[in-house]
């Protein structure tokens, strides 16, 4: 069983929709969670990070940590053709070194 | 302000030859962390180095593959006698401090090497 399972999709929108990304988890050590957005050809860079359950915003971003659940979510509102890339979730251990990703859902907003 | 570097972008090799990928991180940034991400999987850890040591090395597969970050220099992941399975994008990210796990990385675009 893998630390960390996230749908791979490919999910497919159309501009303006509410967009929902899921991971969920099984390491109980894992404290520190992101999601990093992913263009085509690029590096990942950090889109969200929180440590704590609850809901965290930031303009269109929304980042929601389960920890009971072991499932953490992003939720992308008024959702822009820019918006197109992968989403990698990722999380780590206060002690380690390392982070863990999910295998990253690939989205697409149609205008 | 140059962020992490990592060159080459493209690299391809035929099996039984080695490949050395380099990366200089961010300016100011003194921890490194290399990645690789194979087709259809995520990033997959493999090493983190502060200047001159290796202080995770735990993902890295035990032969062929190592890693260092000189006092001077990039740092550099090496393969030696690559296989085919060795196709994979190798990223490499850094940060300012020991916060690899709690605070932001930052990813170079990778190097993505191909064997045939």
């Given at each position: 069983?893998?630390?960390?399972?996230?749908?791979?999709?490919?999910?497919?929108?159309?501009?303006?929709?509410?967009?929902?990304?899921?991971?969920?988890?099984?390491?109980?050590?894992f404290q520190y969670f992101m999601?990093?957005?992913?263009?085509?050809?690029?590096?990942?860079?950090?889109?969200m990070y929180t440590y704590s359950s609850g809901?965290k915003?930031?303009?269109?971003?929304?980042a929601?940590v389960?920890k009971?659940?072991?499932?953490?979510?992003?939720?992308?509102?008024?959702?822009?053709?820019?918006?197109?890339?992968?989403?990698?979730?990722?999380m780590g251990e206060t002690?380690?070194?390392?982070?863990?990703?999910?295998?990253?859902?690939?989205?697409?907003?149609?205008? | 302000?140059?962020?992490?570097?990592?060159?080459?972008?493209?690299?391809?090799?035929?099996?039984?030859?080695?490949?050395?990928?380099?990366?200089?991180?961010?300016?100011?940034?003194?921890?490194?962390?290399?990645?690789?991400?194979?087709?259809?999987?995520?990033?997959?850890?493999?090493?983190?180095?502060?200047?001159?040591?290796?202080?995770?090395?735990?993902?890295?597969?035990?032969?062929?593959?190592?890693?260092?970050?000189?006092?001077?220099?990039?740092?550099?992941?090496?393969?030696?006698?690559?296989?085919?399975?060795?196709?994979?994008?190798?990223?490499?990210?850094?940060?300012?401090?020991?916060?690899?796990v709690t605070g932001?990385?930052?990813?170079?675009?990778?190097?993505?090497?191909?064997?045939?």
């Amino acid at each position: 069983q893998k630390e960390v399972e996230q749908d791979p999709g490919p999910l497919s929108v159309p501009e303006g929709a509410i967009v929902s990304l899921n991971c969920t988890y099984s390491n109980s050590a894992f404290q520190y969670f992101m999601w990093y957005r992913q263009y085509s050809r690029k590096g990942p860079e950090l889109l969200m990070y929180t440590y704590s359950s609850g809901n965290k915003e930031d303009g269109r971003f929304t980042a929601q940590v389960d920890k009971s659940s072991k499932y953490i979510s992003l939720f992308i509102r008024d959702s822009q053709p820019s918006d197109s890339a992968t989403y990698l979730c990722a999380m780590g251990e206060t002690s380690g070194s390392r982070l863990t990703f999910g295998e990253g859902t690939q989205l697409t907003v149609n205008p | 302000n140059a962020g992490v570097m990592q060159n080459p972008r493209h690299l391809v090799r035929r099996r039984g030859q080695e490949a050395r990928l380099r990366c200089s991180p961010m300016k100011g940034h003194s921890h490194v962390y290399w990645y690789r991400q194979l087709p259809e999987e995520g990033l997959k850890f493999m090493v983190y180095l502060q200047k001159e040591n290796i202080i995770d090395e735990s993902g890295m597969p035990k032969e062929r593959f190592s890693a260092e970050f000189p006092k001077e220099g990039p740092s550099i992941l090496r393969i030696q006698q690559v296989v085919r399975g060795d196709s994979a994008a190798y990223f490499c990210a850094s940060s300012p401090d020991a916060t690899g796990v709690t605070g932001e990385l930052f990813f170079g675009e990778g190097s993505r090497l191909t064997v045939l």
